[in-house]
């Protein structure tokens, strides 16, 4: 194959995974393949997601030999920059390209079957190159595919105490949702379905040295489903049962993280859980101001002052700063207050979770309905429409 033959091949694949059309896509795309491993994906994937085939069809629909197919799709999956899954309704192992994120820089970063040189690589051009990488990232656009959660305390039940009187009342209620518990529980209904891998961004971060400080816990990032099977036969990652993960997303609150998880209305695909200094989306969100990376919940925090135990660990834990805590003139503190900067509060409810006083409940201020799946996100993503 030819250089010409090979840059085509590239600017090819870079179309159909929909990555921006400059030379740190076709950068991280040579980290990821080769010239020919872009020939053999040109040739039969039109689009992420959408487009799947066993081994046997592809070869097939390409005219490539189906031993050549066959090495170069396993080769790929164990690298983690092609997706496969069983179907249910055949039995059958298909084949398909995953979205750039979340989807091909996770499965590539965690992936210990990949060298730490080709790893570190794909991450020194992503520092190196940050305006350029922010497109690999994200899309400017009114809807986001990623959604805060609540964390696990106060429960969703009390969060049913407080609502905006301007909601409507069948807008009051919590939906599943808005429930990282029901998520689990949910996800959990199925056996070998729900497992952890590393946390890209904090794995990015040992690798770059950016972050020494951060002291946050790594094995915590939970994939549901069909993707759960995949980085479980990938050796990517380990399946773990619904009192596991309710235990990584309890230690996950109490070291400040926030759970962040794909914006639909069911069958989440995933549940990170995010500091604010080494996470991607968390860390864009603060250094550019740009809210519309994510999804706040629908919720915001209030403070019972009365029972307030005045130990600012709300203040302390907030990621995004949004909690001030106002000293009054009085010394038994009466005249204290508690401010929130709405504008900044994502809602994670990260300060009534770890309130010692339990003084914080979290109101409902706002009923923002996700895509109703996966798809649809992306469609609305890629679309810049929120409705």
């Not at 400040?256 to 794909?262: A, D, F, M, R």
Request: charged share 30%; net charge neutral.
């Amino acid at each position: 194959m030819s250089d010409a033959e090979g840059e085509n091949a590239y600017k090819k694949l870079r179309d159909i995974i929909m990555m921006p059309k400059n030379k740190t896509s076709l950068d991280v795309l040579k980290i990821w393949y080769t010239p020919e491993d872009a020939k053999v994906l040109a040739s039969g994937f039109k689009t992420v997601g959408m487009d799947r085939f066993t081994i046997k069809d592809y070869a097939k629909k390409t005219k490539i030999p189906i031993e050549k197919v066959e090495e170069t799709f396993n080769r790929l999956a164990n690298r983690g920059v092609l997706f496969y899954y069983i179907s249910k309704r055949d039995g059958k192992k298909k084949f398909m390209i995953p979205p750039l994120f979340p989807g091909l820089i996770e499965y590539f970063i965690i992936n210990q079957n990949v060298s730490i040189d080709e790893r570190r690589k794909f991450v020194e051009k992503f520092h190196k190159d940050e305006q350029q990488a922010l497109g690999l990232i994200t899309t400017p656009s009114d809807f986001s595919v990623f959604r805060i959660v609540p964390a696990l305390e106060p429960s969703p039940d009390s969060r049913l105490i407080e609502v905006d009187e301007k909601l409507e009342p069948d807008k009051s209620q919590v939906l599943a949702y808005q429930d990282v518990e029901k998520i689990i529980k949910e996800a959990g209904k199925e056996e070998n379905n729900i497992a952890v891998v590393p946390c890209t961004c904090r794995t990015m971060s040992m690798m770059m040295k950016t972050n020494p400080e951060c002291k946050a816990p790594v094995d915590n990032c939970l994939v549901f489903g069909i993707p759960a099977r995949y980085v479980v036969e990938e050796g990517i990652g380990r399946y773990i049962t619904v009192d596991e993960t309710m235990e990584i997303l309890k230690e996950a609150e109490k070291a400040g993280l926030v759970h962040l998880t794909q914006n639909t209305v069911d069958k989440q695909g995933f549940i990170c859980n995010c500091c604010s200094c080494c996470c991607g989306i968390l860390s864009t969100a603060q250094k550019y101001n740009y809210w519309n990376i994510f999804q706040k919940t629908d919720y915001i925090p209030l403070f019972d002052m009365d029972i307030c135990k005045h130990c600012k660990k709300c203040v302390d834990i907030c990621p995004f700063y949004a909690i001030s805590y106002i000293s009054g003139d009085k010394e038994d503190k009466s005249e204290d207050k508690i401010i929130v900067r709405e504008s900044v509060c994502i809602g994670c409810g990260l300060c009534a979770s770890n309130c010692p006083g339990d003084a914080i409940t979290l109101k409902k201020v706002r009923d923002v309905k996700p895509a109703e799946n996966f798809i649809e996100a992306v469609t609305k993503m890629m679309t810049g429409k929120s409705a």
